[in-house]
């Protein structure tokens, strides 16, 4: 008998931040806000969810900001 497991990546968007400068590409723009969350799989069902991890993505570069959960939450928007 064997088991086949792993970790599986879900990365959804929860919704946008009010429109600010990028550091990166110097553009005024609203940012996407990302929930990323691993998932324990076994033979690829996704079975556990592990601890979610939050982003935020500028909508022009494509440059990103890691964020709190107090943060992400702020800006939610998407149910
Ligand atoms: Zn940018």
Do not use: D, H
């Amino acid at each position: 008998m064997f088991l086949l497991f792993g970790f599986r990546p879900v990365v959804k968007k929860i919704g946008v931040t009010k429109k600010y400068r990028c550091t990166r590409c110097s553009n005024v723009s609203c940012w996407e806000v990302y929930e990323s969350r691993n998932w324990f799989t076994l033979f690829f069902i996704p079975l556990i969810p592990m601890k979610p991890e939050y982003f935020e993505r500028c909508s022009v570069c494509g440059g990103y900001n890691q964020l709190s959960r107090e943060e992400a939450e702020r800006c939610r928007t998407i149910v």
